[in-house]
């Protein structure tokens, strides 16, 4: 069971981890704590009162829990996660979305959310906006007559026509703010590329570019076209290194800013007043060497970063716009008795809906009138039409087969099965805390490290250096900023990451983003779904057995031309299994569909049946003891399993199943000898997940298993201490890939799975996780070797840029020194990088 909990008396998020870790000390629950809401999410095997929770925090501090909301569950076991307080309904054609949140992705302030975009007042970093979970109203207009925008379908007024769905037009602000991004990059890259070979342009052989623009007019050019990089396209990353100073959260930017921002006020000086500056720091033509193109650089190398990081988050909320696409806009309401078209935010409960074959059911509900074949995959996963008759509940989002049946409306809005789910994915994306990145966790220290360097430096040369010394002290002290700026820090992450998912690409494993290869190489759990994962998700006729008295040509031929008109997929499967055989169907009759038992129809004038025990009872036809035992003995490994008669007596039997993929036992064989407990958690039944189970070498396995089942499964892993990763292919999968440590999906599945998942594998084969967790190992190794490289030159620089070898050799560590060590540790970095590819 699960309770919602208000909290009181939590003011941070170390008050919420405190909460959540005294909460989860108690045996038998599972407790989530967000900030904002100050509210606690309890999984509990058995009841626990109120009291017994309170006295568990009030050891713990100043905290105060009381039961928030019960959460409904229907007859079998779904719980919905909204809130009593919340009303989907309130006014009738009401369509509007509840008002846009934002939220760090740093998360600085823990769980809190932002009324409003822009940067974070901690770190200064974009917020993102939280996916909304109610879609807009949908308008519609005359693709004649433009002009023309309505609220809902219809006909066009002018002409007549048919009034179609108004497409967006509008970008989200996630791919606005990459938009942003981009076109920023590129007017760095424009200005940084001649800033650069000005600067360099004495490094080629007869310095051509020397002998036409003098010294003077080069470094004028070199400041002008530095302007529009620093105080326009990377302007971002100098009020980040501000807001990191005021707050006292240093980070990366602290030092990029603090670093550019020198080098920058270096360069200004040496180019407006050079003569200040000793000799030392003098080049051969007789100016101070200036640092524009060092500054520029490393301005746009870190804006590139950025750039890539925004394309992240742009498809961060990709999954829940995937899920909103499932649910249609509008439904067909029977009001006195004729059908309205409406808006599926103006559904009520109670009402009456009519939905068509082919159509989405736009809300959760149980049928009133009529039957249907309803794809459930959405939900369970699996492929398999399951057949409603009157009385059988439908969810939102599944799909009508070939029938029109009316509904009665009982879970609208955010109470639909299928808000749950999207509410699940957003939930959980929102509350996994992102990976602290090592460099940023090296970056906490060493920050303040140089920072107190250079200040060391600057005061003991003024005091005790030669004249100028207030000179010598600023410009050695600036020697120390620029080779600490940490280029070669922030490409050590970034290279590995770039190279190593182009490695990934190419063996068809998929990798969305830096967190995902170091969450992988932690894994010690792997929860794998089954249809399409591990099976083939592809019925094929795996048996076809013969009675007594008949032959297996015959089996096929009735087989066949019962199910050639049909679309069902044993159908598809039976077919494709007689195609093989060079088996042609013949002419039948009387064809009829007997719901949820087979069908019948008139062979040759012979009567002629394919189903279950049911259909054989029904049509009077005994079944053979022999063929009955073998027939039990395949439905006990899970199978489908149907008899085919012929003349009123039983001809035979075929067994239908989902085919593991050749790769799945050597795959799993594999990661257990790594380590990696796999566990499979699957909608199927029992008997289906036991026979895979046993077939693959797994220990543990659950049947039956829904959405909410496999997200509470990962949470009572993750809350034992395990990094959990979850491999599918589904929608039903989807809020587990988000809540999971590591999410891998199927390239063969849905796009919501792949929109939820880290990991995607092109091949839709679990080989695919194999390698993605080798590569992991490998990129985090490669990873921590370029930190070594970028490091190694500073621990060997900053010291001799702060001049400790100047009074026993007269050795000095001009800038210009300076900024060639941090562009040779670069080097390294990216080197190093490449070698992922051969590894």
């Given at each position: 069971m699960t309770h919602t909990y208000s909290i009181e008396g939590m003011s941070c998020n170390g008050c919420r981890e405190k909460v959540e870790k005294a909460l989860n000390s108690i045996g038998g629950i599972t407790a989530q704590v967000s900030l904002n809401p100050p509210q606690s999410v309890i999984t509990m095997a058995a009841h626990i009162q109120t009291e017994d929770l309170q006295q568990v925090l009030s050891r713990a501090g100043n905290y105060k829990i009381r039961m928030q909301d019960h959460k409904s569950s229907d007859s079998q076991g779904h719980h919905s996660y909204h809130s009593e307080k919340q009303n989907v309904n309130n006014k009738e054609g009401d369509h509007e979305p509840k008002g846009a949140k934002y939220y760090c992705p740093m998360h600085c302030e823990g769980d809190k959310t932002y009324d409003k975009p822009g940067s974070c007042p901690v770190c200064g970093m974009n917020l993102e906006k939280i996916p909304q979970l109610q879609a807009a109203s949908s308008k519609y207009t005359c693709p004649m007559h433009p002009e023309i925008v309505k609220e809902a379908p219809g006909a066009c007024p002018i002409c007549g026509m048919e009034l179609i769905p108004l497409a967006s037009t509008d970008d989200s602000e996630e791919e606005n703010h990459y938009k942003i991004l981009r076109r920023k990059f590129w007017i760095a890259v424009a200005f940084t590329l001649p800033v650069f070979v000005l600067a360099m342009g004495e490094m080629i052989p007869g310095d051509p570019i020397g002998r036409v623009v003098g010294q003077k007019v080069s470094s004028w050019l070199q400041f002008a076209f530095s302007l529009p990089v620093v105080f326009y396209a990377t302007w971002m990353f100098f009020q980040r290194a501000w807001t990191s100073f005021v707050t006292l959260k240093l980070n990366m930017f602290s030092l990029i800013g603090l670093g550019a921002a020198a080098a920058f006020a270096f360069s200004i000086g040496g180019l407006l007043i050079p003569s200040v500056f000793p000799e030392e720091f003098r080049g051969h033509h007789g100016g101070v060497h200036l640092y524009f193109e060092a500054v520029t650089v490393i301005l746009t190398l870190v804006l590139l970063g950025q750039l890539l990081e925004a394309k992240a988050h742009s498809r961060t909320s990709g999954a829940i716009r995937e899920l909103l696409k499932l649910a249609p806009t509008d439904a067909t309401l029977i009001r006195d008795g004729k059908d309205v078209q409406i808006h599926i935010n103006e559904i009520k409960q109670g009402d009456i809906l009519r939905v068509k074959p082919g159509e989405k059911i736009p809300v959760d509900g149980s049928i009133t009138e009529g039957s249907a074949s309803i794809d459930e995959s959405m939900i369970t996963g699996e492929p398999i039409p399951v057949t409603k008759e009157q009385g059988d509940k439908v969810s939102a989002g599944t799909i009508n087969g070939t029938k029109t049946f009316l509904m009665a409306a009982e879970r609208v809005g955010e109470e639909t099965l299928l808000a749950q789910i999207i509410e699940m994915v957003n939930f959980a994306s929102r509350s996994r805390a992102p990976i602290q990145k090592l460099a940023d966790k090296v970056s906490r220290y060493f920050v303040p490290a140089v920072i107190t360097i250079a200040l060391i430096t600057f005061v003991i040369w003024a005091v005790y250096g030669p004249q100028p010394a207030y000179v010598f002290g600023f410009a050695n002290a600036l020697a120390v900023l620029i080779i600490a700026c940490p280029c070669a820090l922030g490409l050590a992450t970034p290279m590995s990451i770039m190279v190593g998912v182009g490695s990934g690409a190419r063996q068809g494993v998929l990798i969305k983003n830096a967190e995902a290869?170091?969450?992988?190489?932690?894994?010690?759990?792997?929860?794998?779904?089954?249809?399409?994962?591990?099976?083939?998700?592809?019925?094929?006729?795996?048996?076809?057995?013969?009675?007594?008295?008949?032959?297996?040509?015959?089996?096929?031929?009735?087989?066949?031309?019962?199910?050639?008109?049909?679309?069902?997929?044993?159908?598809?499967?039976?077919?494709?299994?007689?195609?093989?055989?060079?088996?042609?169907?013949?002419?039948?009759?009387?064809?009829?569909?007997?719901?949820?038992?087979?069908?019948?129809?008139?062979?040759?004038?012979?009567?002629?049946?394919?189903?279950?025990?049911?259909?054989?009872?029904?049509?009077?036809?005994?079944?053979?003891?022999?063929?009955?035992?073998?027939?039990?003995?395949?439905?006990?490994?899970?199978?489908?399993?149907?008899?085919?008669?012929?003349?009123?007596?039983?001809?035979?039997?075929?067994?239908?199943?989902?085919?593991?993929?050749?790769?799945?036992?050597?795959?799993?064989?594999?990661?257990?000898?790594?380590?990696?407990?796999?566990?499979?958690?699957?909608?199927?039944?029992?008997?289906?997940?036991?026979?895979?189970?046993?077939?693959?070498?797994?220990?543990?396995?659950k049947a039956e298993a829904l959405p909410g089942d496999k997200l509470d499964e990962i949470r009572k892993l993750q809350a034992q201490g395990k990094v959990v990763a979850m491999a599918g292919d589904g929608i039903n999968d989807a809020p587990a890939l988000a809540q999971a440590d590591i999410g891998i999906a199927m390239g063969t599945g849905t796009d919501v799975a792949i929109e939820s998942a880290g990991v995607t594998l092109l091949q839709g084969d679990l080989q695919g996780i194999v390698k993605a967790y080798e590569l992991s190992h490998k990129v985090m190794k490669n990873i921590r070797q370029n930190l070594f490289l970028a490091f190694i030159y500073n621990i060997i620089g900053i010291p001799i840029a702060a001049g400790v070898l100047y009074p026993s050799f007269g050795i000095l560590l001009s800038p210009m020194i300076a900024a060639a060590a941090m562009s040779l540790s670069s080097v390294s970095v990216i080197l190093n990088s490449l070698r992922i590819k051969n590894l």
């Amino acid at each position: 069971m699960t309770h919602t909990y208000s909290i009181e008396g939590m003011s941070c998020n170390g008050c919420r981890e405190k909460v959540e870790k005294a909460l989860n000390s108690i045996g038998g629950i599972t407790a989530q704590v967000s900030l904002n809401p100050p509210q606690s999410v309890i999984t509990m095997a058995a009841h626990i009162q109120t009291e017994d929770l309170q006295q568990v925090l009030s050891r713990a501090g100043n905290y105060k829990i009381r039961m928030q909301d019960h959460k409904s569950s229907d007859s079998q076991g779904h719980h919905s996660y909204h809130s009593e307080k919340q009303n989907v309904n309130n006014k009738e054609g009401d369509h509007e979305p509840k008002g846009a949140k934002y939220y760090c992705p740093m998360h600085c302030e823990g769980d809190k959310t932002y009324d409003k975009p822009g940067s974070c007042p901690v770190c200064g970093m974009n917020l993102e906006k939280i996916p909304q979970l109610q879609a807009a109203s949908s308008k519609y207009t005359c693709p004649m007559h433009p002009e023309i925008v309505k609220e809902a379908p219809g006909a066009c007024p002018i002409c007549g026509m048919e009034l179609i769905p108004l497409a967006s037009t509008d970008d989200s602000e996630e791919e606005n703010h990459y938009k942003i991004l981009r076109r920023k990059f590129w007017i760095a890259v424009a200005f940084t590329l001649p800033v650069f070979v000005l600067a360099m342009g004495e490094m080629i052989p007869g310095d051509p570019i020397g002998r036409v623009v003098g010294q003077k007019v080069s470094s004028w050019l070199q400041f002008a076209f530095s302007l529009p990089v620093v105080f326009y396209a990377t302007w971002m990353f100098f009020q980040r290194a501000w807001t990191s100073f005021v707050t006292l959260k240093l980070n990366m930017f602290s030092l990029i800013g603090l670093g550019a921002a020198a080098a920058f006020a270096f360069s200004i000086g040496g180019l407006l007043i050079p003569s200040v500056f000793p000799e030392e720091f003098r080049g051969h033509h007789g100016g101070v060497h200036l640092y524009f193109e060092a500054v520029t650089v490393i301005l746009t190398l870190v804006l590139l970063g950025q750039l890539l990081e925004a394309k992240a988050h742009s498809r961060t909320s990709g999954a829940i716009r995937e899920l909103l696409k499932l649910a249609p806009t509008d439904a067909t309401l029977i009001r006195d008795g004729k059908d309205v078209q409406i808006h599926i935010n103006e559904i009520k409960q109670g009402d009456i809906l009519r939905v068509k074959p082919g159509e989405k059911i736009p809300v959760d509900g149980s049928i009133t009138e009529g039957s249907a074949s309803i794809d459930e995959s959405m939900i369970t996963g699996e492929p398999i039409p399951v057949t409603k008759e009157q009385g059988d509940k439908v969810s939102a989002g599944t799909i009508n087969g070939t029938k029109t049946f009316l509904m009665a409306a009982e879970r609208v809005g955010e109470e639909t099965l299928l808000a749950q789910i999207i509410e699940m994915v957003n939930f959980a994306s929102r509350s996994r805390a992102p990976i602290q990145k090592l460099a940023d966790k090296v970056s906490r220290y060493f920050v303040p490290a140089v920072i107190t360097i250079a200040l060391i430096t600057f005061v003991i040369w003024a005091v005790y250096g030669p004249q100028p010394a207030y000179v010598f002290g600023f410009a050695n002290a600036l020697a120390v900023l620029i080779i600490a700026c940490p280029c070669a820090l922030g490409l050590a992450t970034p290279m590995s990451i770039m190279v190593g998912v182009g490695s990934g690409a190419r063996q068809g494993v998929l990798i969305k983003n830096a967190e995902a290869l170091e969450k992988m190489a932690k894994v010690d759990v792997l929860i794998t779904d089954k249809t399409g994962t591990i099976t083939e998700e592809k019925p094929s006729l795996e048996r076809l057995s013969a009675s007594e008295g008949s032959d297996e040509q015959e089996v096929l031929r009735v087989i066949s031309s019962l199910n050639q008109h049909s679309e069902h997929p044993l159908a598809t499967a039976i077919m494709n299994y007689a195609i093989t055989k060079g088996t042609n169907p013949e002419k039948i009759e009387n064809f009829e569909a007997v719901t949820g038992k087979g069908v019948t129809a008139i062979l040759g004038h012979q009567k002629a049946a394919i189903g279950n025990r049911g259909l054989m009872e029904e049509i009077g036809i005994a079944i053979p003891e022999k063929l009955a035992g073998e027939v039990a003995n395949e439905q006990g490994q899970g199978k489908t399993v149907s008899f085919v008669s012929l003349d009123n007596r039983v001809i035979g039997f075929i067994t239908i199943t989902d085919a593991v993929k050749v790769t799945s036992a050597e795959a799993i064989k594999s990661l257990q000898n790594k380590g990696i407990d796999v566990i499979m958690l699957t909608g199927d039944n029992p008997l289906t997940a036991k026979a895979v189970a046993q077939q693959l070498g797994l220990q543990h396995f659950k049947a039956e298993a829904l959405p909410g089942d496999k997200l509470d499964e990962i949470r009572k892993l993750q809350a034992q201490g395990k990094v959990v990763a979850m491999a599918g292919d589904g929608i039903n999968d989807a809020p587990a890939l988000a809540q999971a440590d590591i999410g891998i999906a199927m390239g063969t599945g849905t796009d919501v799975a792949i929109e939820s998942a880290g990991v995607t594998l092109l091949q839709g084969d679990l080989q695919g996780i194999v390698k993605a967790y080798e590569l992991s190992h490998k990129v985090m190794k490669n990873i921590r070797q370029n930190l070594f490289l970028a490091f190694i030159y500073n621990i060997i620089g900053i010291p001799i840029a702060a001049g400790v070898l100047y009074p026993s050799f007269g050795i000095l560590l001009s800038p210009m020194i300076a900024a060639a060590a941090m562009s040779l540790s670069s080097v390294s970095v990216i080197l190093n990088s490449l070698r992922i590819k051969n590894l």
